[in-house]
């Protein structure tokens, strides 16, 4: 299949910025905004929502918008491997971390009380399903035939990634989430979930980083002026890409567990340390006295 693409090529304005997206994410933004603002009293057991959440769910959706609708979209799909790679470091590993962080747990609690709703998520949100959906979801797009497939057929690539966005949402869930009864892991239990993520993810971003050979036919074609970047680096890039935004993600993700979960041990053995010892006697100057 001849599938040659000349860098440079010109686009139009709405391949290049997506003004629909742009408007979809207005609407979303305003309807959050309404949400934790006027319509907060209309939810029981509502609390305030900080500018710290608020501002995380707008950088979400700005997050969003730069992966999917900006030229980062139109040139990762045509060009360069290496930048549709950042595109999907952006949209999977730290967009939904936003979002989730940004959503009141109050506002989210009526809609899971839908059977039909709770059904879905209580499944796709248990910690094994989402951590194993996600990374074979992840892992099989980028076999060359799969990704060749998807990257050439425009309801393919669409059906795909929402999967892919969908099963993101899911697993980065019980970590973030406060509802109750879908974020109850451990401290522990997260560094050690979130660990496992790291493992799944590797083999992926290893089949790229040191294949001799140009995996995906998509870009075998592209042309970039003055030898921009050889088509082989290009491709090691991407991986490359992929494997440090995961680890940075991860890592920032996993020293904020460690922290959270350190400094409510270190509460929890202080109160222990403050409560009476049998068969002690206190004196009036708080030493303790054997009785």
Request: proline share 5%; with cysteine; glycine share 6%.
């Amino acid at each position: 299949m001849d599938h040659t693409n000349a860098m440079g090529h010109s686009a139009t304005f709405f391949q290049l910025w997506s003004p629909l997206l742009i408007l979809f994410l207005f609407v979303v933004g305003l309807l959050y905004y309404r949400l934790v603002g006027s319509w907060r009293k209309s939810f029981a057991n509502s609390e305030p929502v900080s500018i710290k959440q608020k501002a995380a769910f707008f950088t979400g959706i700005i997050l969003f918008y730069i992966a999917q609708g900006s030229p980062l979209d139109y040139i990762g799909h045509h060009y360069l491997f290496s930048i549709h790679m950042l595109q999907q470091s952006i949209l999977y590993l730290i967009t939904p971390i936003f979002i989730i962080t940004g959503l009141p747990s109050w506002a989210l609690e009526p809609v899971f009380k839908v059977r039909s709703i709770r059904v879905i998520m209580r499944f796709f949100t248990s910690p094994l399903i989402a951590v194993l959906l996600f990374n074979l979801l992840f892992s099989v797009y980028h076999l060359p035939l799969v990704m060749d497939f998807v990257m050439m057929n425009e309801l393919a690539r669409l059906g795909y990634h929402s999967m892919l966005l969908f099963t993101a949402f899911t697993m980065w869930f019980p970590v973030f989430t406060t509802i109750p009864g879908y974020g109850s892991m451990t401290g522990l239990k997260k560094m050690g979930y979130i660990f496992v993520n790291g493992v799944l993810l590797t083999p992926a971003c290893a089949l790229i980083i040191f294949a001799d050979t140009q995996l995906y036919e998509m870009y075998k074609g592209v042309v970039l002026p003055f030898d921009f970047l050889p088509l082989m680096d290009d491709q090691q890039l991407g991986g490359v890409v992929m494997k440090i935004v995961q680890e940075l993600a991860y890592g920032f993700v996993l020293y904020n567990i460690f922290r959270k979960w350190y400094n409510s041990e270190r509460v929890h053995d202080d109160e222990l340390s403050d409560e009476p010892q049998e068969g002690v006697e206190y004196s009036h100057t708080w030493e303790p006295v054997k009785s």
